[in-house]
């Protein structure tokens, strides 16, 4: 009895380990469709963008949306080339560290 117990626990864990791994290798992130669906500004921005515009004309809302975007861009672009900026000191370093 003690036996066959044993052997069946064994055997249902390895079915279970077997279910386990027969999962297939998928990239890690967000799937496809929801890029598809995403929107290239953040929920928060949105959001603020909607209660500055409330209540405007369509006019005023264009040129409120217009100027905030512009200025998202400025920014992101400017953090971009600190980013790029840090990336050429390190391997200017590098370089420098390799040739003494």
Known sequence: MKKS??????????LACNVGFAKEKTSKGASESAYEHASPQA???RISDWFSTVGKSEEEKEKILAERKAK?????AEEEAKKAQKELEKK???????SE
Request: no cysteine; proline share 0%; glycine share 4%.
């Open 92 to 98: 200017k370093k590098e370089l420098l560290g390799k």
């Open 43 to 45: 929920v928060f921005n």
């Open 72 to 76: 998202r861009a400025a920014k992101r």
């Open 5 to 14: 117990i044993i052997i069946l626990v064994l055997v249902s864990f390895a």
